[in-house]
């Protein structure tokens, strides 16, 4: 579990808004999971975020960002983009190993410093994980065509549009197991208990669903 201190407001803030634009509903108890703190360090922080008007938590216990509060989640989330895409672009950075470097880089950012890397990456491109500045709700996603590993047909063969983002452990694991955006790979069973089983050019390999579910896939050609 992280030091509630290190969590700092735009993390609480992009979060929001991350989960918003991905089609959930913020409870705290979701915040906690998805930043690694404790409970008490969330109620206190939205406290703070309350107080500050940046956001509002309806009776319902859904919490929800103010409009001050969406401008600076969005900020955030623009600099997390662009940092990813000069780590990348220009630095060279491989996918696996950014994510964490541009979370502590997007808070040292100055206007003038985000508008050179706008200038430079332009904003609408894609990151080395194969998304945009918001993540896209399941439902925008499959109209596009694309859908999850979790739900991929047997026997098909796909290539790998996009990673979930938010878990660097899950980032990692999936380099490890040979998986990366752009990458082709042929599902081969959806197993009873929820794996998939696949197979990348390196071999087979077998994927629980915390995985699957994190894997945006689109239809191969061939
Ligand atoms: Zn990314």
């Known amino acids: ?58 009776e319902d216990g859904i919490v929800r960002l103010t409009e001050a509060g969406r ?13 990813e895409r000069m780590l990348s672009e220009i630095f060279g950075m491989e996918w696996y190993e950014i994510h964490e470097e ?3 880089l997007e808070h040292a950012v100055s206007p003038v410093f985000e508008a050179k890397l706008k200038e430079k990456l332009s904003e609408g491109g894609a990151c080395p994980h194969g998304n945009y500045v918001l993540p896209e709700s399941p439902a925008q996603r499959k109209q596009r065509g ?3 590993l979790s739900e991929a047909a047997e026997g098909q063969r796909y290539t790998v549009v996009s990673l979930h983002e938010r878990d ?8 490890d197991a040979g998986i990366g955006p752009g990458q082709s790979l042929r ?27 994190a894997i945006w896939l689109r239809l191969s050609r061939d």
């Open 168 to 175: 660097p452990k899950l980032l990692l694991f999936l380099h």
């Open 187 to 213: 599902v081969v069973t959806q197993n009873y208990d929820q794996t998939v089983s696949i197979e990348l050019s390196t071999g087979n390999t077998v994927l629980g669903r915390p995985a699957a579910e």
């Open 102 to 104: 541009a979370e502590r």
């Open 71 to 83: 401008e600076i989640a969005y900020r955030t989330a623009l600099r997390h983009h662009l940092i």
């Open 1 to 58: 579990m992280k030091d509630a201190i290190h969590v700092s407001k735009e993390n609480y803030l992009k979060a929001i808004l991350e989960a918003e634009a991905e089609g959930n509903q913020v409870i705290p108890a979701k915040l906690a999971h998805w930043l690694e703190v404790s409970a008490p360090a969330v109620t206190m922080a939205l406290k703070r975020l309350k107080r500050d008007g940046y956001v509002q938590v309806g």
């Open 146 to 148: 694309e859908v999850p």
